[in-house]
Structures are given as C-alpha cells and as structure tokens.
C-alpha cells in the first residue's frame, strides 16, 4: 500500500522558486502539485464554506491525480452554534461530491485547545460524526485530555480515525500524551495488544516544533509563525519506521506537512517521499 503524502495547503505564491517553478503561473499551481504529490490537505474550507463546484473544480484542475483531505468549516469546530446541523448539512453536500470521486481520503475535524473533554463536548462529538458517517472521518485534537483509551475506543466505534500530530512538546498540547516525540509503532498506540483494528487510515499532521511562537501573539496570514520550522533528515527519518509499520497492519498512512512558511512544508514531504523510497 502506497503512503499518501503531501502538504496542508498548495497555494502559496511565495512557494515560487522554492518549490514552484519561478516562472508558473499561480492558476497552474494545483496541477504543478499533482505531478509532485499523491495527496493534498485542502485547509481554506475552514475559513469558507466549500461549496461542490469548488471542490469539483480541485478535482478537475489536478486531473484526478490526487487524494483530497478537506479540513471542516470553522462552523463545525471553533464557531458551534445553535444551528450547527445546518452548516454540517452544506458542508456534507460539498465534500459528498468529491466521495463521488472517489478522492477524499478524509475529512479533517480540527478542534481547538480550548475544546475540553466535557460531557457537553462529548455527546456533540458523537453527534457530529454520525452525521458525517458514511465518509473517512478524522479528529484532531488539541488538548491533551482527549487523548485516553476510551476515546479512541469510541472514536472506532464509529469508525472515525485520530490524528496524530508532531507539534511542540508544550504542557497541554497531545503530543506530550502520546509518548515520545516521534510517533511510536501504531500497532501498539493505536491498536493495543488486545483490541481490533481501530481505522482503515493513520492520519499523521506535522506541525513542526516551534515552541516559542505556538501561543505568540500572531497577526500574519493562518498564524504563520506558529508553523515556521523545517524538518532535518534526521528528525524525518524518525517517522519512517512508522509508516512502513502501518502499511504491515494493512492500514492506509496518510501524511500531511502543515509548516507551510517558506516553503518548508513541500520541501520536507519531497524529501520524506524519498526516504520512504
């Protein structure tokens, strides 16, 4: 089983020169990315509602050569509000069209720290992936009070995967909960000895590691300086063993760099597509 790779976002104009050929046209960078990665991590469907002919175009425009990952609508995970169902019910309808495609490898639910594990928090949880439960849900947590067996106990019962995250080794943040700072053999973390098989994806996000800008005050454009950091070979060489372990467990692995500022992100996955080689 291939690993799906590739970057949170595509659209980054200063990515020229970098990743993106000096002289291409921002209108041809989508279907650049696709003859260079296999997966992409659509994330402006957070700030705006995606419509179907949007999504459909990502489709078109990459010549079907890629697997989409469409994060949630701020509406569904940092802004809940009475009539949350409704916005689920549009979003649905716009990701159901790349379902159709068979091209969506997940769609991304991106809960903010301040979303504690409480039984108000619980039950509309439960609720939000019933009602996306005919697609690959995946939930990303950022407090470390998640992250305990009978969540993803739950998580499975449903058939929703967590994902993983490489982020700074801050007090509340998961990555602290989850053991070392490389993420460990998933058929121990993610399955256990003694349970089934919990998902049909291991859903990894790299964040980088930039503990001093995490909580800084940060006005530039989807909190920049947060995700400012570039990956040594080393520090990805720590993850390949992951992912051929989840390809052993039959599992699909499904990376995505988010540590877009100056064109960090691409240049890490070309280079992690390489050691995986």
Not at 53 to 66: A, M, Q, V
Not at 110 to 122: A, D, G, I, M, V
Not at 140 to 165: D, K, M, N, P, T
Request: glycine fraction near 6%; aromatic fraction near 14%; proline fraction near 6%.
């Amino acid at each position: 089983m291939e690993a799906l790779i590739g970057t949170s976002g595509y659209d980054y104009p200063e990515w020229k020169g970098i990743f993106y050929p000096q002289d291409l046209k921002r209108k041809d960078f989508l279907s650049y990315y696709a003859t260079q990665f296999n997966a992409l991590e659509v994330n402006n469907t957070f700030y705006n509602m995606p419509t179907a002919d949007r999504l459909h175009s990502f489709w078109e425009r990459s010549e079907g050569k890629l697997q989409f990952s469409v994060k949630a609508n701020r509406m569904l995970t940092h802004e809940v509000g009475p009539a949350w169902e409704l916005d689920a019910s549009l979003f649905l309808h716009a990701v159901s069209t790349l379902a159709n495609k068979s091209c969506l490898c997940a769609v991304l639910f991106q809960f903010p720290q301040s979303f504690h594990y409480t039984p108000e928090n619980r039950r509309y949880l439960a609720r939000l992936i019933d009602v996306f439960g005919s697609l690959p849900v995946v939930i990303e947590f950022r407090h470390v009070e998640w992250i305990r067996e009978s969540v993803l106990e739950g998580l499975q019962s449903r058939g929703a995967s967590l994902c993983y995250c490489d982020m700074p080794e801050l007090k509340y943040l998961p990555n602290n909960a989850l053991g070392e700072r490389a993420v460990p053999d998933p058929v121990e973390r993610v399955e256990g000895p003694s349970t089934p098989s919990r998902a049909q994806s291991f859903y990894l996000r790299l964040h980088g590691r930039n503990a001093d800008a995490w909580y800084a005050s940060d006005n530039s454009p989807n909190g920049s300086s947060r995700y400012t950091y570039d990956y040594t070979d080393q520090e990805l060489s720590e993850f390949v063993p992951v992912i051929q372990n989840v390809i052993l467990t039959g599992r699909q692995p499904i990376v995505f760099f988010n540590n877009h500022p100056n064109g960090s992100g691409a240049k890490n996955a070309v280079k992690f597509k390489d050691l995986l080689k």
